[in-house]
C-alpha cells in the first residue's frame, strides 16, 4: 500500500503521514489546470482561426496544450489527491506530494524558519489554504496544499510556537 | 538620535559614527591624474593630432577614471558606520539615503581585500558576511576602504580573533609607522573588547572578567611574543606551487581573455598611431592558407595569448597564497591569503562550516585537475572572488589531502563510494537515447523536405553515442555513503562534485521517485541544508536503501515516521 516502497516489503520504510487533505483540492486543481492551460489552448485555438496563414503550424501545439490540459483536468487532481498527505508531529514535519513525481519530505521542527498559511484567490474560493513551512535552506520548504483554512490556520500557529521554542539560528 | 553631528574621523567611544579613510580621496585625485595621463602623452610624446576622432579611447579611459574619481569622493562623504553592542551600522547615499544594520551575533565572516590603489595607499576594502541570502549575490556589508589598521581592528572587534591574528597587526602598524594613532588605536580596541567581552559573557576562562588588564592582553596589540604565539596557533595547510599555474591555463574563459587583450592592444595601438590589422596582414600570406588555415591559426595564437593571460592572471591572484587554520579563543577560522597586487583575506569561521565539495571537471579528469570549496553558511557561492575556494584549481592530491586536514582524520573524502545499482545506468541510457531521438526529431522534417542537406541528419545521429556516453560517465560517477558525522554524494556528469556534508546539517530530508525510477527500483534522497547548494542529492539509491540511507544522513529525524514492523518480519 505504500506508495514509494511497495514492491520491496523486507526492507524498512516510512509509513504514510496520518492525514488527508480536502476533497476539495481536487477542485482547485482542475481549476488551475483549466486557468492555465485552457486559457493557453483558448489562445491558440483562437489565432488558428483568425489568422489563416499560421494555421498549419498551430495544429500541432493545439493537440499538445489539449493532451496536456486532459491529463492535468482528469487524471493530475485524482492522483494527487491520492498522494498528498501530512502529518505535524511534535518533532518534525511530515508531507508527501506529487504525481508523475512522488516525494516526501520531512523537516525538524527545530529547523524551522518561517511558517505561512497562503491563500490564493483560486483557494479562497474554495476555502482552502496552503501550509508552507520553511526552513533555512533555500529549497528545503514544505508546502501542503489543500488544506481547511482553518486547520492550516491552526497547524500554523502550532508549528509557529513549537518553532520558537527551539533554540539557536536554525541553519 | 543624538548621532547626528558630524562624525570624527577618529574612532571613539561605542555607538559613535566612523568615517571611511580620508585616504580614500587621494587615491581618487590620483586615479583622475593616472587617468588623464596617457591623453597627455599621446599628445605631447607621440604628437597625436588633438581631435576627438584620433584620441577618443584615450578620452574615454579619461572620463571613466575622473567621473569615477568623483563619484568615489562623494560616496566617501556621504558615508559611515558605527559598531555598537549589538550591531553594525552603516549609511550611505547621496540621494537615496540607506541605512544598513546588521546583528553582530549574526555575522559569519569579515573578508578584507586590497586593490592595488589600496595597497599603495595603506587601505583595506572590508566585506562583513551575514546570513543573507546566497542568491542576493552581495556583501551584507561593504566598507570601502578603511585604513589597514582600522580594517584589522574591525575585523578582529568582528569576529573577535584572538591572539593569533595579533601578528599582522602590529606589522600593519609597523608599517604606517603612525606610533600615536597606533596606540590610540589600540585603546578603543581595548576599551570596546572589555565591552564585548562583559556582553557576551564568554572567553572569559584565562583573562579575567571585568578585570581591564586581562581583556586588554588578550585582544590588544602588545608585543608579548605575538608572532610566537601567532605560529602556535596557526597551522599552515598548503601554500602555492608555481606549477599549479598549469592547471589554470585552459578554460572557456581563455578565449574571452584573448579577445579582450587584443581588442585591448588594438585600440592602444591606434590611438599612437598603428595599425595592428596591417601589420598582422602583413606577416603571413592569408590568401594562400585558405579560410580554413586561417581560422586554425587564429584560433591557435588566440588560445596561446589566452592561456598566457590566464596564467598571469593566475599568478598574479594567487600569489603568496597560503591557506591555514587559526586558533583563536573563540573558535577556529580557515584563513585564505593570496594576491601580488590586489591582496585578498578571507576568514571562514568553521562553527559555520558544514562540509566541503572536491570538484573534477570532466574535460579535465585526466590530468587530475579539482576544485575545492567549503560548504558554509553566510558566503555567496555565486561571487565571482569564490570566497568557498580555499584553494586554488589544482591537483586532485593536493585537494583530498587539505580535505582530509580541513575535515579531520579519517578524512571522509577517500572513502570508496560502492556502485549504485545497475537500473540508474539504465535509466540514463533512456534519457539518453530520448534526447538523441528528440535531436534525431527535430532536423527529420526540414530534411525531408529538403530544406536541410542530408549529412544534418546524420550528424543528428551521432549525437546518440555521445549521450550513450555521457549516460555511462554520469553513472560511474555516481556514489554515496555515510562516514562518521558526514554524509558523502558524488555525481554530476560536466564536473563530477563530491560533497562530505555534516550530518548534523541537514535540515529536511526528501525521497523523491518519478514513474522511470519507480519501474527501475530507483529514489532519489535529497539532504537540504542552509550552506552551499542548499540541496545535496543522492540520485538513483536503489529504492530499499532510500529510506535507511535517508534516516542516517539525518539521524532521529524520521525514525518515527519508520514502519515499527521490524524488515525481517515481512521477509
Given at each position: 500500500m505504500h506508495p514509494l516502497s511497495d514492491d520491496h516489503p523486507s526492507v524498512p520504510s516510512v509509513r504514510l503521514p496520518r492525514l488527508r487533505i480536502e476533497r476539495r483540492a481536487i477542485v482547485w486543481w482542475m481549476l488551475r489546470a483549466l486557468l492555465r492551460w485552457g486559457l493557453l489552448l483558448a489562445a491558440l485555438v483562437v489565432a488558428a482561426v483568425l489568422w489563416e496563414p499560421v494555421r498549419v503550424w498551430l495544429a500541432a501545439p493545439i493537440a499538445g496544450v489539449s493532451a496536456i490540459l486532459l491529463a492535468k483536468l482528469l487524471i493530475e487532481p485524482w492522483w494527487r489527491y491520492a498522494v498528498h498527505r501530512w502529518e505535524i508531529t511534535e518533532h518534525a514535519t511530515y508531507a508527501s506530494n506529487g504525481w508523475l513525481v512522488r516525494e516526501w519530505r520531512v523537516a525538524p521542527s527545530s529547523r524551522i524558519q518561517t511558517v505561512d498559511a497562503v491563500r490564493g484567490p483560486l483557494e479562497q474560493l474554495l476555502g482552502l489554504s496552503t501550509l508552507r513551512v520553511t526552513t533555512a535552506s533555500s529549497y528545503g520548504s514544505i508546502d501542503i496544499n489543500g488544506l481547511d483554512r482553518t486547520t492550516a490556520e491552526e497547524a500554523a500557529t502550532r508549528l509557529a510556537v513549537v518553532a520558537e521554542l527551539s533554540e539557536g539560528d536554525a541553519t | 538620535m543624538s548621532t547626528q553631528r558630524s562624525p570624527g574621523p577618529t574612532p571613539a567611544a561605542d555607538g559613535e559614527w566612523r568615517r571611511l579613510s580620508v585616504r580614500v580621496i587621494w587615491v581618487d585625485l590620483v586615479q583622475s591624474v593616472v587617468s588623464l595621463l596617457p591623453a597627455v602623452v599621446a599628445i605631447a610624446?607621440?604628437?597625436?593630432?588633438?581631435?576627438f576622432g584620433a584620441l577618443w579611447p584615450l578620452i574615454a579611459v579619461a572620463a571613466w577614471g575622473v567621473i569615477g574619481a568623483i563619484v568615489d569622493a562623494v560616496r566617501w562623504l556621504f558615508t559611515s558606520y558605527r559598531v555598537s553592542e549589538s550591531d553594525i551600522e552603516r549609511r550611505t547615499g547621496v540621494f537615496v539615503r540607506r541605512r544598513r544594520s546588521v546583528r553582530r551575533d549574526r555575522i559569519r565572516s569579515v573578508d578584507t581585500s586590497a586593490k592595488l590603489r589600496h595597497r599603495l595607499a595603506g587601505l583595506r576594502v572590508v566585506a562583513i558576511g551575514a546570513?543573507?541570502?546566497?542568491?542576493?549575490?552581495?556583501?551584507?556589508f561593504l566598507l570601502d576602504a578603511l585604513t589597514r589598521t582600522d580594517a584589522e581592528r574591525l575585523r578582529r572587534e568582528l569576529?573577535?580573533?584572538?591572539?593569533?591574528a595579533q601578528g599582522a597587526a602590529v606589522q600593519g602598524a609597523a608599517v604606517q609607522g603612525a606610533a600615536v594613532q597606533g596606540a590610540a588605536v589600540q585603546g578603543a580596541a581595548v576599551q570596546r573588547a572589555a565591552v564585548q567581552l562583559t556582553a557576551a559573557e564568554r572567553d572569559l576562562a584565562d583573562s579575567?572578567?571585568?578585570?581591564?588588564?586581562g581583556p586588554a592582553a588578550a585582544a590588544s596589540v602588545p608585543p608579548r611574543g605575538s608572532q610566537a604565539r601567532g605560529s602556535a596557533d596557526t597551522e599552515v595547510f598548503a601554500t602555492l606551487r608555481p606549477w599549479w599555474v598549469v592547471y589554470n591555463l585552459f578554460s572557456i574563459w581563455a578565449y574571452l581573455m584573448a579577445a579582450g587583450l587584443l581588442w585591448g592592444a588594438f585600440w592602444l595601438a591606434s590611438s599612437f598611431g598603428m595599425n595592428l590589422l596591417d601589420v598582422a596582414t602583413s606577416l603571413a600570406d592569408w590568401d594562400e592558407l585558405g579560410p580554413l588555415g586561417t581560422i586554425v591559426i587564429a584560433l591557435v595564437f588566440a588560445g596561446f595569448v589566452g592561456a598566457v593571460g590566464m596564467g598571469v592572471n593566475f599568478l598574479v591572484s594567487y600569489w603568496r597564497f597560503e591557506l591555514a587554520r587559526v586558533r583563536s579563543s573563540d573558535g577556529s577560522f580557515l584563513r585564505t591569503r593570496r594576491g601580488l597586487l590586489s591582496t585578498r583575506e578571507v576568514n571562514r569561521d568553521e562553527a559555520r562550516m558544514r562540509g566541503l565539495t572536491i570538484s573534477e571537471p570532466l574535460l579535465w579528469r585526466w590530468m587530475g585537475m579539482a576544485d575545492t570549496n567549503v560548504i558554509t553558511?553566510?558566503?555567496?557561492?555565486?561571487?565571482?572572488?569564490?570566497?568557498?575556494?580555499?584553494?586554488?584549481?589544482?591537483p586532485k592530491s593536493v585537494a583530498r589531502e587539505v580535505g582530509a586536514r580541513v575535515l579531520g582524520?579519517?578524512?571522509?573524502?577517500e572513502v570508496d563510494l560502492p556502485r549504485h545499482p545497475r537500473a540508474a545506468l539504465r535509466r540514463r541510457l533512456w534519457w539518453a537515447t530520448a534526447t538523441a531521438g528528440v535531436v534525431v526529431a527535430l532536423v527529420a522534417l526540414p530534411v525531408a523536405t529538403g530544406a536541410a542537406p542530408v549529412w544534418v541528419l546524420w550528424a543528428a545521429l551521432g549525437v546518440w553515442p555521445v549521450c550513450l556516453a555521457a549516460a555511462v560517465v554520469a553513472y560511474r560517477a555516481l556514489g554515496h555513503a555515510i562516514v562518521g558525522d558526514y554524509l558523502i554524494v558524488r555525481g554530476g556528469l560536466m564536473s563530477r562534485a563530491t560533497s562530505a556534508l555534516r550530518r548534523d546539517a541537514v535540515s529536511t530530508i526528501a525521497v523523491r521517485q518519478s514513474i522511470l525510477q519507480r519501474r527501475l527500483g530507483l529514489s532519489t534522497v535529497a539532504a537540504m541544508t542552509a550552506a552551499g547548494w542548499s540541496a545535496y542529492e543522492a540520485r538513483d539509491v536503489a529504492a530499499p536503501d532510500a529510506v535507511s540511507f535517508a534516516a542516517r544522513a539525518a539521524p532521529g529525524l524520521i525514525d518515527e515516521f519508520v514502519d515499527p514492523e521490524p524488515a525481517s518480519a515481512a521477509a
Amino acid at each position: 500500500m505504500h506508495p514509494l516502497s511497495d514492491d520491496h516489503p523486507s526492507v524498512p520504510s516510512v509509513r504514510l503521514p496520518r492525514l488527508r487533505i480536502e476533497r476539495r483540492a481536487i477542485v482547485w486543481w482542475m481549476l488551475r489546470a483549466l486557468l492555465r492551460w485552457g486559457l493557453l489552448l483558448a489562445a491558440l485555438v483562437v489565432a488558428a482561426v483568425l489568422w489563416e496563414p499560421v494555421r498549419v503550424w498551430l495544429a500541432a501545439p493545439i493537440a499538445g496544450v489539449s493532451a496536456i490540459l486532459l491529463a492535468k483536468l482528469l487524471i493530475e487532481p485524482w492522483w494527487r489527491y491520492a498522494v498528498h498527505r501530512w502529518e505535524i508531529t511534535e518533532h518534525a514535519t511530515y508531507a508527501s506530494n506529487g504525481w508523475l513525481v512522488r516525494e516526501w519530505r520531512v523537516a525538524p521542527s527545530s529547523r524551522i524558519q518561517t511558517v505561512d498559511a497562503v491563500r490564493g484567490p483560486l483557494e479562497q474560493l474554495l476555502g482552502l489554504s496552503t501550509l508552507r513551512v520553511t526552513t533555512a535552506s533555500s529549497y528545503g520548504s514544505i508546502d501542503i496544499n489543500g488544506l481547511d483554512r482553518t486547520t492550516a490556520e491552526e497547524a500554523a500557529t502550532r508549528l509557529a510556537v513549537v518553532a520558537e521554542l527551539s533554540e539557536g539560528d536554525a541553519t | 538620535m543624538s548621532t547626528q553631528r558630524s562624525p570624527g574621523p577618529t574612532p571613539a567611544a561605542d555607538g559613535e559614527w566612523r568615517r571611511l579613510s580620508v585616504r580614500v580621496i587621494w587615491v581618487d585625485l590620483v586615479q583622475s591624474v593616472v587617468s588623464l595621463l596617457p591623453a597627455v602623452v599621446a599628445i605631447a610624446v607621440f604628437q597625436v593630432e588633438v581631435s576627438f576622432g584620433a584620441l577618443w579611447p584615450l578620452i574615454a579611459v579619461a572620463a571613466w577614471g575622473v567621473i569615477g574619481a568623483i563619484v568615489d569622493a562623494v560616496r566617501w562623504l556621504f558615508t559611515s558606520y558605527r559598531v555598537s553592542e549589538s550591531d553594525i551600522e552603516r549609511r550611505t547615499g547621496v540621494f537615496v539615503r540607506r541605512r544598513r544594520s546588521v546583528r553582530r551575533d549574526r555575522i559569519r565572516s569579515v573578508d578584507t581585500s586590497a586593490k592595488l590603489r589600496h595597497r599603495l595607499a595603506g587601505l583595506r576594502v572590508v566585506a562583513i558576511g551575514a546570513g543573507q541570502q546566497t542568491s542576493a549575490g552581495e556583501a551584507a556589508f561593504l566598507l570601502d576602504a578603511l585604513t589597514r589598521t582600522d580594517a584589522e581592528r574591525l575585523r578582529r572587534e568582528l569576529i573577535r580573533e584572538g591572539a593569533a591574528a595579533q601578528g599582522a597587526a602590529v606589522q600593519g602598524a609597523a608599517v604606517q609607522g603612525a606610533a600615536v594613532q597606533g596606540a590610540a588605536v589600540q585603546g578603543a580596541a581595548v576599551q570596546r573588547a572589555a565591552v564585548q567581552l562583559t556582553a557576551a559573557e564568554r572567553d572569559l576562562a584565562d583573562s579575567g572578567r571585568g578585570d581591564e588588564s586581562g581583556p586588554a592582553a588578550a585582544a590588544s596589540v602588545p608585543p608579548r611574543g605575538s608572532q610566537a604565539r601567532g605560529s602556535a596557533d596557526t597551522e599552515v595547510f598548503a601554500t602555492l606551487r608555481p606549477w599549479w599555474v598549469v592547471y589554470n591555463l585552459f578554460s572557456i574563459w581563455a578565449y574571452l581573455m584573448a579577445a579582450g587583450l587584443l581588442w585591448g592592444a588594438f585600440w592602444l595601438a591606434s590611438s599612437f598611431g598603428m595599425n595592428l590589422l596591417d601589420v598582422a596582414t602583413s606577416l603571413a600570406d592569408w590568401d594562400e592558407l585558405g579560410p580554413l588555415g586561417t581560422i586554425v591559426i587564429a584560433l591557435v595564437f588566440a588560445g596561446f595569448v589566452g592561456a598566457v593571460g590566464m596564467g598571469v592572471n593566475f599568478l598574479v591572484s594567487y600569489w603568496r597564497f597560503e591557506l591555514a587554520r587559526v586558533r583563536s579563543s573563540d573558535g577556529s577560522f580557515l584563513r585564505t591569503r593570496r594576491g601580488l597586487l590586489s591582496t585578498r583575506e578571507v576568514n571562514r569561521d568553521e562553527a559555520r562550516m558544514r562540509g566541503l565539495t572536491i570538484s573534477e571537471p570532466l574535460l579535465w579528469r585526466w590530468m587530475g585537475m579539482a576544485d575545492t570549496n567549503v560548504i558554509t553558511t553566510g558566503l555567496g557561492i555565486w561571487d565571482l572572488n569564490e570566497p568557498t575556494a580555499i584553494l586554488p584549481r589544482g591537483p586532485k592530491s593536493v585537494a583530498r589531502e587539505v580535505g582530509a586536514r580541513v575535515l579531520g582524520v579519517p578524512s571522509p573524502l577517500e572513502v570508496d563510494l560502492p556502485r549504485h545499482p545497475r537500473a540508474a545506468l539504465r535509466r540514463r541510457l533512456w534519457w539518453a537515447t530520448a534526447t538523441a531521438g528528440v535531436v534525431v526529431a527535430l532536423v527529420a522534417l526540414p530534411v525531408a523536405t529538403g530544406a536541410a542537406p542530408v549529412w544534418v541528419l546524420w550528424a543528428a545521429l551521432g549525437v546518440w553515442p555521445v549521450c550513450l556516453a555521457a549516460a555511462v560517465v554520469a553513472y560511474r560517477a555516481l556514489g554515496h555513503a555515510i562516514v562518521g558525522d558526514y554524509l558523502i554524494v558524488r555525481g554530476g556528469l560536466m564536473s563530477r562534485a563530491t560533497s562530505a556534508l555534516r550530518r548534523d546539517a541537514v535540515s529536511t530530508i526528501a525521497v523523491r521517485q518519478s514513474i522511470l525510477q519507480r519501474r527501475l527500483g530507483l529514489s532519489t534522497v535529497a539532504a537540504m541544508t542552509a550552506a552551499g547548494w542548499s540541496a545535496y542529492e543522492a540520485r538513483d539509491v536503489a529504492a530499499p536503501d532510500a529510506v535507511s540511507f535517508a534516516a542516517r544522513a539525518a539521524p532521529g529525524l524520521i525514525d518515527e515516521f519508520v514502519d515499527p514492523e521490524p524488515a525481517s518480519a515481512a521477509a
